[in-house]
């Protein structure tokens, strides 16, 4: 969908099936946009530990 349709520039986009355009408005509302993604706090509200489990407050060795 996302190389179909929303990458595409305007004039080249086909027609979007219904069940396409509710993920594709999730999606919209859920990213960020890039620029914000250039600032630091931008990076701190799109990565928690919770969220992808590679970090953990406390050690396994301590």
């Known amino acids: 969908m996302l190389r179909e ?3 595409l520039p ?3 986009r086909g027609e979007l099936r219904p069940e396409h355009k509710a993920a594709l408005a999730w999606l919209e509302a ?3 946009p890039l620029v914000d993604l250039m600032e630091p706090a931008g ?3 799109t990565w928690s530990p919770t969220i992808c489990g590679c ?3 406390t050690s396994p060795t301590a």
Do not use: I, V
Request: some cysteine; aromatic content about 14%.
């Open 5 to 7: 349709y929303a990458f």
């Open 10 to 12: 305007d004039k080249r």
């Open 30 to 32: 859920a990213s960020l």
């Open 43 to 45: 990076r701190r509200r």
């Open 55 to 57: 970090c953990t407050t």
